[in-house]
């Protein structure tokens, strides 16, 4: 396969002018009809190029031209495109197909799932359905007409607006949609079924009333409350903070069970993984009604960002992807605790994107190629995207950055844009120059800013000479300096804040300021600066960068303390944590006693003491940076030593603090009697079943059965979650875990917990569990949530147990790529990932992973989508 590059794109020969689709659906074979209205591109080079439309895997019955019948020798098709020639200035063509739903398993293009019909078309599935132009540089208004059997089939939606509908023949029925927006194809969506529906509505501000519906199989019709209250919270936040107002008369979501992402923005007609749907407290996480709540809002708002406005071309996909995640983070921020929200946000970026960033698959949030661009619906594109347009908002200001979105919209409704012509709007309504700014776009890997401070008492100066470099990341061997925001403040020795001037300056500033680094390395001098202070650097982790910085223990445990940034409170602890743990790591390498030091227990102690403090905050105080993220912190990973280190802080820890924890717990352990999804209730649980984890790995019988009673009394899956967690590697896990799945074994989401919670185990025979648990009845390798669950979390997770010494972890996984890459190439290639660390591997390991790696290059039949991970991991 041959990489596709961004400097080749051209705008497309011919332009749509509408079409009209009219499937008729049906157990063996479905028939797809297009009308396509088409002209010429003005803006093409050549003025006579062929039509070349795109379509894989299609029967194609019969073309017509101007309502004529086209002879065979008139149009080539091979396995990826229809080509005509010879076409004039405009064109009408009917193209009829037959496809195969029921067979693909690929859940791209139209597909079945529990007996319905279901489509996911982004980022190229639509050429999986018909013939067509499948870029989204092409918009057009869609027509689609949908036949089917009435009982089987008894609800048929597509995008846009129901306008028509009757009985086909005796046993089918019809229904007619039309979109007035124009769309590009992979905003196509098309569901039919038998399916249960929530109503509900929403007035806009403008007065409009907009039905809001959510379609599911009838059994989990009670499960969408909590995602109808979420898209009503979208909508009116939107309204709000953006000014955008919903554009159609109906809102649908559907729900389906197998899908290979979390959910699609299709116009008008969201379609979700159920994960991001259901949620009632029995079934339900904290996490998962976040996760529910953020993901509806997510796709709600691409309804401006991604489909009134989208992207010119696949490489620009963070135009429309880190812009909406910023824009759902922020939401979440409104909706929850911005503080924990951001701390959440930070420990997604450090522990996914900082790892991308430095393996074989490092690229730029704008790629300048790439083999299959289903591979880059990563987190640099998500996350790191979403980390660039916050730096604009810190860069101009929460007005300036409102007027830089205002004038996007005002510029580019109803067209398909690139990074640069957002970065245009940004700059132009503020008179800011981002020229430098977009090397985010274009340059990989993650910024090392290092600061050295000095403070000058007879001149009362505090100095900071702040630098910045970039690790080489693949074909980018140099980087020039990015333009950094860099929040700080500084606090006296009591911790209070202190009043910022900089040298030049006429008066004080604030007390947090953003400096911006735009050199290679730059001084900055606070003036009237008395006593040596402390300085909080990074406020709210203003830009996606590794600091360093030589703080001490004592100032760690300082900020820890008295920091007003509530980030920089926790990212103190972090750090803390994290240098403990590398001492750790390096000790169990080398084979020595392992201590845990004083200063630590002595903050941790006063964290956990302070009442005043947020529980949510002191929870993620207390919880662990996750194995794979600390191996992501040394230069050769040794997963043992790895573990070691971790397992012995932790229970290290609970010992040290065995009767804050005990005292912590029975404080909470009440609080939330009956089930609410509010912030103050979540902070709660959260801190409770942080404790218990800490309790119970102390192997006291008081505390195993304090998690038993938690796990028999819990009325909600958070708690009932962490109490199996904490028992689940005990003698008494079994029991618990079989309780469980008694109890769960009909609800396929809850079922994904208790194979992720397996799949995380600890004890050196991880590897057999995994492949016992592929033969539970509730796996099942065809849909990608369970694979996520059981085999990803296990390759990607499991640090020590996917990298056993024997090698017989990279052998599994590569059996299992090769399994799903010919049933489902996306989740085959997202597995194939797990051998993204390989080269930092010590070196037994790193032979055995090259060899499963080398292995799996040899088969000739690999998917692009297995091909371009394997591939880039053996460049
Ligand atoms: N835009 C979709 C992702 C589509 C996945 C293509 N393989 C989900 C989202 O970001 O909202
Ligand atoms: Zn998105």
């Given amino acids: 396969p041959q990489p596709i590059l961004l400097r080749d794109y051209v705008v497309p020969a011919f332009l749509l002018d509408r079409v009209d689709l009219t499937f008729e659906l049906d157990e063996t074979s479905t028939r797809v009809s297009s009308r396509l209205v088409l002209h010429r591109n003005p803006d093409h080079p050549v003025s006579d190029a062929d039509l070349v439309l795109d379509g ?34 405009s064109a009408i063509l009917e193209i009829t197909t037959r496809i195969e ?52 089939y008894p609800v048929l939606l597509s995008n846009g607006n129901r306008v028509g509908e009757g009985q086909y023949d005796r046993n089918r029925h019809w229904v007619k949609w039309v979109d007035p927006f124009k769309k590009p194809s992979y905003l196509f969506a098309l569901v039919a079924g038998k399916l249960s529906c929530l109503q509900d509505s929403f007035t806009t501000r403008s007065g409009r009333k907009v039905a809001l519906e959510i379609y599911v199989e009838p059994q989990d019709l009670e499960k969408c409350h909590h995602a109808m209250e979420s898209v009503k919270r979208s909508m009116k936040w939107d ?56 993901v509806i809002a997510h796709e709600y708002f691409h309804n401006w960002t991604g489909n009134r406005v989208t992207c010119r071309d696949w490489f620009q996909l963070s135009l429309k992807e880190g812009l909406t995640v910023f824009r759902d983070q922020e939401f979440t921020a409104d909706m929850t605790s911005r503080a924990v929200k951001r701390i959440d946000d930070v420990r997604t970026l450090r522990t996914a994107q900082f790892a991308e960033d430095a393996s074989p698959m490092a690229h730029p949030v704008r790629p300048d190629s790439y083999i299959e661009i289903n591979n880059f619906y990563t987190v640099t594109i998500y996350e790191k995207g979403a980390e660039v347009v916050r730096m604009y908002h810190t860069l101009l200001g929460a007005e300036g950055y409102r007027k830089g979105i205002d004038l996007y919209f005002k510029r580019h409704d109803g067209q398909a844009v690139t990074c640069d012509d957002f970065a245009a709007a940004m700059g132009d309504a503020n008179g800011f120059d981002f020229t430098q700014f977009k090397r985010w776009y274009s340059q990989a890997g993650t910024p090392v800013v290092k600061v050295v401070s000095q403070f000058d008492a007879a001149n009362q100066t505090y100095t900071l000479d702040i630098s910045q470099t970039c690790p080489p990341t693949p074909g980018q061997p140099e980087k020039l300096p990015f333009h950094i925001p860099i929040a700080l403040g500084l606090l006296d020795a009591a911790g209070a804040e202190i009043p910022l001037q900089l040298a030049g300056e006429a008066s004080l500033q604030g007390t947090t300021r953003v400096l911006q680094l735009t050199e290679a390395s730059q001084r900055f001098v606070f003036t009237g600066i008395s006593a040596q202070p402390t300085p909080s650097l990074l406020r709210g982790f203003s830009a996606p960068v590794k600091l360093d910085y030589p703080w001490t223990r004592q100032e760690l445990a300082f900020l820890m303390a008295h920091d007003s940034d509530s980030f920089c409170r926790w990212e103190a602890s972090h750090t803390l944590i994290r240098e403990v743990l590398l001492e750790l790591i390096a000790a169990a390498r080398a084979s020595e006693t392992l201590s845990l030091p004083g200063e630590l227990v002595d903050a941790m102690r006063r964290a956990l003491l302070d009442e005043a403090a947020d529980p949510a905050l002191i929870a993620l105080m207390f919880t662990l940076p996750a194995e794979t993220y600390l191996a992501d912190q040394v230069d050769e990973i040794h997963p043992d030593a790895i573990r070691t280190a971790r397992e012995y802080l932790r229970v290290a820890l609970a010992k040290a603090l065995r009767s804050e924890f005990k005292h912590t717990y029975a404080r909470f352990c009440g609080a939330t009697q009956a089930y609410r999804y509010a912030a103050v209730d979540i902070a709660k649980r959260a801190l409770k079943n942080v404790c218990l984890g800490y309790l119970t790995s102390l192997d006291e019988p008081a505390f195993i059965e304090l998690a038993q009673t938690q796990f028999q009394q819990a009325n909600n899956m958070t708690d009932s979650q962490a109490a199996l967690a904490a028992l689940v590697e005990l003698p008494q896990g079994a029991t618990a875990l079989a309780d469980f799945a008694n109890r769960w074994q009909d609800d396929p989401l809850v079922m994904n917990k208790w194979f992720t919670l397996q799949a995380m185990d600890k004890r050196a025979d991880a590897l057999d569990r995994v492949r016992a648990l592929q033969q539970h009845p509730a796996f ?37 790529i090769l399994v799903l890459d010919k049933l489902n190439p996306q989740v085959a290639s997202r597995l194939a990932r797990s051998f993204n660390r390989w080269k930092k591997l010590e070196p037994t390991r790193r032979a055995q992973a090259k060899t499963a790696l080398e292995k799996l290059a040899a088969h000739a039949d690999l998917s692009r989508d297995v091909f371009e991970i394997i591939s880039k991991n053996l460049a």
């Fill in 56 to 89: 894989h895997e299609l029967m194609l019955e019969s073309v017509l031209l101007d309502g004529e019948p086209m002879s065979t020798d008139r149009y080539d098709v091979d396995d990826e495109s229809l080509t005509i020639k010879g076409l004039g200035e």
């Fill in 101 to 152: 739903p029921q067979k693909n398993t690929s859940l791209m293009g139209l597909y079945k799932s529990n007996g319905n019909f279901f489509t996911q078309c982004e980022a190229e599935g639509f050429r999986k359905i018909t013939y067509y132009l499948d870029r989204p540089d092409v918009m057009t208004r869609f027509t689609t007409t949908i036949i089917a059997d009435r009982s089987k």
């Fill in 239 to 294: 309204e709000d903070v953006y000014g955008l107002e919903y554009d159609l008369d109906s809102y649908m979501i559907v729900a389906v069970s197998d899908f290979n992402m979390g959910a699609m923005e299709n116009k008008g007609l969201n379609i979700f993984n159920t994960k991001y749907v259901l949620a009632r407290p029995e079934t339900a996480t904290d996490a998962d009604y976040m996760g529910v709540e953020a």
């Fill in 780 to 816: 099942q390798i065809t849909n990608p949530n369970k694979v996520y669950a059981l085999l990803a979390t296990f390759c990607s997770s499991n640090l020590a147990g996917f990298h056993r010494a024997d090698g017989a972890g990279y052998a599994f996984a590569a059996e299992q």
